[in-house]
């Protein structure tokens, strides 16, 4: 707070011509203003604090407050009465009790009282004060304002004889004002006059709030508000008087007076109600600006430290904290309750080591907290004693809280929705401050209540919000980043409009002959209906390429199943099937955006152009492949129209700007998705979900792939072994031959066995693993039996079972395939999917 100027009058509302010191004129009051600093010394002294106290300014500033005022028990004097102390020679100086030890100790609320001083010319004089602590960079530490008790009850000098106009006038500490509010633009044109920093806007709003609520605001920040009623009303023992009114002969009458002094308690319990409902008006518009749960409770807390409380810890149970359900009945003392914050204006650690944020805890049943969860009910205890707070710390273990609690004043409030206790909040109170009392049970308990609702909200949103993203998960695939002869990396983006669950989905399946298919769709619509509608469909894309259709074929089939489903299956799909080892992709769409295809050796980008085709579940339309060739290295990338559509924009500029992206070289194929994502994504915002699918097609070279055609004779199966052996051998896997030739033999001998008119496939692929696929003209699936000990047949898939890493059957276009991967180790040998030891040559 800046220093005042040493000239000028400080009396709010005065006019410009300085009347006498004594003399008032209704409605202006001299007002002493004294700033004190952390060493306890005068760094402003206003004009009326002359006029008041005495001393000059310039005998003033740098002397001790203590010396030169009677202003007693500034931070907390538990007897709020008259005073006395003896007359001086000095004027108005005066000996006893003052400021010093008070600002020693240091508090962060207001006070006010009345003292009495001796005055040479005037005699005894009774004054009104407040004191407003200071926060700030600067050394001011204390702002106290002082008034002439007699003049604002208008005794002496042109108080008196303002008698005649006391019908038309309410007192409240500190000001006297005009019902007809006479004379505000002077007074908002003297206020900045008192502090000096103050706008002439600033000014005309202050005083306009004072002669609406009837009693003086001093506001000393754009954020802070001291009221005149500190520490949540007027005490109770304050002696006030309001000015005795007249009857017809001039005496005073008083029955009237004793009206007036009731009008006056009146009005102040009506300043200080009005107060507390700002303060939980003001509270409840900080609170609740975001759903996020940590900082709905942060606001919270600081919202209520230090004005209604010096201490505040928040409590919740476990189960608001995850986003879930409450068991049935009330908390018990095995509930566990965690800390989320504590807020405080104690010195800094004091708390954190007894008491520390995060901790989860049950309370003991003996306990005001205990009572409070299971009641829900406020619990107050005005000042904890040494004996209730020793009481109450034995109840916990490990710990000693007693030094934090004694001699506090304790409010406990349950934070409460829809009649369940979510938590709870602690209030204490310093020692040196006015206790707890009804009206702020009231207070806390409806601060709490709506509290509680803005967390239930939290925890509600943190609910459907872990819902969303736990059937998101489960409908999204966990995608291998290595697959026979290529690379993936993908990406998924929720909306941030429409919630964290959407209809968008890609996915990688393995078919037989070492391929890959892509696939890559999106749901019309957003939320819940939307991502079951995509579970649908993918599982039947799934089903459908596991028997290996024709990419063409496969939408029609989807197109028909969405028909089956109900009129508002709706769906844009993308389908391609990578064949590494004959270097070619074979694509068909249904009314999905284009791939890109980035072309390794010149680095360019291209759009494929594809057949457009309808909707899935439009009906009707027919479907067409396209097999477009590519080479090792060449990568294609798959994605939904989030990631490129743009309301207000064509399409067309965001597929231009996804192609120049994905041409972009990049270390490894995630950080080509992440500079693909960052290039689009701030393109006018994102609204709608993104999937992402890029591969990277690597090809696998003839060299690593050997075949051969095996006559349907059971004495195939010998020879078989043999090729294999000697496949192993030139690969360097010799390692790995044993348990590779059992398999082939088991695989191999059922083939034979069913195949009708035609030879049998048998292929080796080598990759990072070792894939063995048998073919055959049988389009019947092999079954894994359950084997007695005496069954001649039925142990061949269990053997494969045991001893693969994967295995599986699909049909084909001629019959049917057997396919079974070992996993290769670095020295060659294979390790069974069990864990096993791994099976070696000779072994």
């Not at 009330?330 to 504590?342: E, I, K, N, Q």
Request: contains cysteine; hydrophobic residues 40%.
């Amino acid at each position: 707070m800046e220093r005042g100027p040493s000239h000028g009058d400080d009396r709010v509302g005065a006019a410009p011509q300085v009347p006498a010191p004594r003399d008032t004129v209704p409605g202006r009051i001299p007002l002493a203003v004294v700033v004190v600093d952390a060493d306890g010394l005068v760094s402003h002294w206003s004009t009326g604090a002359r006029k008041l106290f005495g001393p000059s300014r310039e005998d003033a500033v740098g002397t001790p407050a203590v010396d030169l005022m009677p202003v007693s028990g500034a931070l907390g004097d538990e007897e709020w009465t008259d005073r006395s102390w003896d007359e001086q020679p000095s004027g108005g100086r005066c000996d006893g009790p003052g400021l010093g030890p008070s600002l020693g100790g240091g508090t962060g609320y207001p006070t006010a009282g009345r003292a009495r001083m001796a005055d040479v010319e005037r005699g005894t004089v009774d004054l009104l004060w407040w004191a407003y602590p200071l926060v700030g960079p600067g050394a001011e530490r204390l702002l106290v304002l002082a008034a002439d008790a007699d003049q604002l009850h208008g005794r002496g000098g042109a108080g008196a004889a303002a008698d005649d106009t006391a019908e038309n006038e309410r007192f409240v500490p500190g000001f006297a004002l005009h019902t007809d509010f006479e004379g505000s633009e002077v007074l908002a044109a003297q206020l900045p006059q008192i502090l000096p920093s103050m706008s002439p806007q600033e000014s005309a709003r202050i005083v306009s709030q004072v002669l609406e609520l009837g009693y003086p605001v001093l506001e000393v920040s754009q954020q802070e508000r001291f009221p005149v009623t500190p520490d949540w009303g007027v005490p109770r023992r304050v002696e006030r008087r309001a000015r005795p009114l007249r009857d017809a002969d001039g005496a005073p009458d008083a029955r009237t007076a004793a009206e007036a002094a009731a009008e006056l308690e009146t009005d102040l319990e009506y300043a200080a109600v009005r107060e507390r409902l700002e303060f939980l008006n003001e509270v409840s518009g900080r609170i609740g600006s975001s759903l996020d749960l940590a900082h709905t409770i942060q606001e919270v807390s600081e919202a209520v430290v230090p004005r209604f409380t010096d201490v505040a810890g928040t409590y919740l149970r476990e189960q608001v904290i995850a986003g879930e359900g409450f068991p049935d009945g009330p908390p018990d003392a095995t509930t566990l309750w965690h800390r989320v914050a504590v807020e405080h204006n104690d010195e800094p650690g004091r708390w954190d080591d007894v008491v520390p944020v995060g901790e989860s805890m049950p309370f003991p049943v003996h306990t005001p907290f205990f009572q409070c969860m299971t009641t829900g009910e406020p619990v107050l205890i005005p000042r904890i004693s040494e004996e209730l707070g020793n009481a109450i710390a034995a109840q916990f273990e490990k710990r000693d809280i007693s030094p934090l609690i004694n001699r506090r004043s304790l409010l406990v409030v349950p934070l409460k929705a829809r009649n369940v206790v979510l938590g709870f909040m602690i209030l204490l109170r310093h020692p040196e401050r006015m206790e707890f009392n009804d009206m702020d049970r009231v207070t806390g308990a409806e601060l709490a209540a709506r509290a509680g609702l803005v967390l239930d909200n939290a925890r509600m949103y943190t609910y459907q919000e872990n819902v969303a993203e736990t059937l998101q998960d489960s409908m999204l695939p966990h995608i291998a980043p290595r697959m026979a002869g290529c690379d993936t990396a993908t990406r998924y983006l929720p909306g941030t409009r429409l919630g964290r669950v959407g209809g968008d989905w890609f996915d990688t399946i393995k078919l037989p002959g070492s391929r890959t298919a892509f696939v890559v769709g999106d749901v019309m619509g957003h939320g819940l209906n939307s991502a079951a509608m995509m579970g649908q469909l993918r599982t039947a894309v799934q089903t459908m390429a596991a028997i290996d259709m024709h990419p063409a074929q496969l939408l029609r089939s989807l197109d028909d199943l969405a028909q089956r489903l109900g009129d508002n299956y709706l769906a844009t799909c993308l389908y391609a099937v990578y064949d590494p080892i004959g270097q070619q992709l074979v694509m068909a769409n249904a009314g999905h955006i284009p791939p890109v295809l980035v072309r390794a050796v010149d680095g360019r980008s291209e759009l494929l152009e594809l057949p457009t085709g309808a909707p899935i579940g439009v009906g009707g339309v027919p479907f067409e492949a396209v097999t477009v060739p590519v080479a090792a290295g060449d990568r294609l990338v798959l994605c939904t129209d989030g990631l490129v559509e743009v309301r207000g924009e064509d399409i067309g500029v965001g597929l231009a700007a996804l192609a120049e992206s994905a041409a972009h070289p990049a270390a490894s194929m995630d950080d080509a998705c992440d500079a693909i994502i960052r290039a689009l994504n701030v393109r006018g915002g994102r609204k709608d979900d993104v999937a992402l699918l890029m591969a990277r097609l690597n090809g696998i070279a003839p060299e690593d792939v050997a075949e051969w055609r095996l006559a349907i004779d059971a004495r195939e199966v010998g020879r078989a072994r043999r090729l294999v052996r000697r496949r192993l051998a030139r690969w360097g896997l010799e390692a790995a031959s044993e348990t590779a030739e059992l398999l082939v033999s088991e695989v191999v001998t059922n083939a034979v066995r069913h195949a009708h008119t035609q030879y049998v496939v048998l292929r080796l692929v080598r990759t990072d693993a070792l894939l063995c696929e048998v073919s055959d003209d049988d389009h019947a699936l092999p079954q894994m039996l359950s084997a007695a000990d005496d069954d001649e047949f039925g142990r061949g898939l269990r053997v494969v079972s045991r001893l693969a890493r994967e295995w599986g059957t699909s049909r084909t276009a001629t019959g049917k395939t057997v396919w079974f991967e070992q996993t290769l180790s670095r020295n060659g040998s294979t390790w069974p999917r069990d864990g096993r030891t791994p099976v070696r040559n000779g072994a």
